[in-house]
């Protein structure tokens, strides 16, 4: 399934959420999907749902890119939830690697801390 998102003007958010296999694929098309949005806000914070993601399969490579070919705003919050322990690996890697690139990225395991760190009570 590819990666799906809903964007909300009201809470200057995009809600973004990955289910069944992560490629680098679909990690390409989403980031183009958005990029392309009119309804697309750069600096809009970002809450990445991957709890569903069952198999992992993005290479290094493809992180490289996507920490240099961000759609984002400098300075942006993006909080991606992971229960598979490879997705928390890698956001890991994607958040180190863009230390010094233009977002300001946050891996977590529990859906209730990323919210906490976006200033968020609950998304719908």
Not at 39 to 56: A, E, I, N, T
Not at 94 to 118: K, Q, T
């Amino acid at each position: 399934m590819p990666a799906l998102y809903r964007i909300d003007q009201a809470r200057q958010l995009v809600v973004s959420t990955v289910s069944g296999t992560l490629t680098d694929d679909v990690m390409r098309a989403h980031s183009r999907s958005l990029a392309s949005d009119p309804d697309f806000d750069p600096s809009f914070r970002q809450l990445m749902d991957l709890r569903g993601v069952s198999k992992f399969s993005v290479t290094s490579a493809a992180l490289v890119e996507q920490s240099k070919a961000s759609p984002w705003k400098a300075g942006t919050q993006r909080a991606f939830v992971c229960s598979l322990e490879a997705v928390y690996g890698m956001v890991r890697m994607f958040e180190l690697r863009s230390g010094d690139g233009p977002n300001e990225i946050r891996a977590f395991r529990e859906m209730s801390e990323a919210l906490n760190w976006l200033r968020l009570d609950e998304i719908e």
